[in-house]
């Protein structure tokens, strides 16, 4: 892992904590999901790998921030079936809907991965809506451009469906 990487890893852990202080808990899980993602999807030396697996792993998570989470999780998700029952979207709504898909994947995985259970979090509906939305010929476009965007600008190399992974 080169020291760019190292950095933007540091600098994602600096915004997880910022988010976390904020009580913006989505926004923090969100961002050590993404070094999650990273460490584990990148050849990254075994050294680099276990040091942030090891700190990713002393984060403790109470019941009370999984619920926060969790409502924060259902709240995104509500935002973007609002946004997608209007119809006719535009490139922005379309790059927002993907940012929210992103973050929330990455939250729910390093969730996942800490063995907390995500089973009452249900994103089928929503993504039913979008993949509905990136059906229509007008959108298609629209959704790929906003893709491959979002994956350009991250800021941190992710592996995602949504961002065309």
């Not at 904590?17 to 999901?33: E, M, N, P, Q, Y």
């Not at 979207?89 to 996942?112: G, K, P, Q, S, W």
């Not at 089928?124 to 229509?136: K, L």
Request: aromatic letters at 8%.
């Amino acid at each position: 892992m080169d020291s760019a990487l190292s950095k933007t890893i540091a600098e994602r852990y600096e915004e997880y904590k910022d988010h976390r202080r904020s009580d913006a808990l989505l926004s923090a899980f969100a961002r050590i999901g993404e070094i999650d993602n990273c460490i584990k999807n990148l050849s990254v030396r075994r050294n680099i790998r276990a040091e942030w697996e090891a700190i990713l792993s002393d984060e403790l998570i109470d019941d009370k921030d999984i619920q926060k989470i969790f409502q924060q999780i259902e709240n995104r998700l509500f935002q973007v079936k609002k946004i997608l029952a209007v119809g006719g979207l535009l490139y922005e709504e379309a790059l927002l809907i993907i940012t929210f898909r992103v973050e929330i994947d990455m939250a729910i995985n390093f969730l996942a991965a800490r063995g907390i259970d995500i089973s009452r979090l249900s994103t089928d509906q929503t993504d039913a809506m979008i993949m509905e939305a990136v059906g229509a010929r007008e959108s298609q476009h629209l959704f790929k451009e906003a893709m491959l965007n979002a994956k350009r600008n991250w800021g941190i190399p992710l592996t995602n469906r949504w961002l065309g992974d």
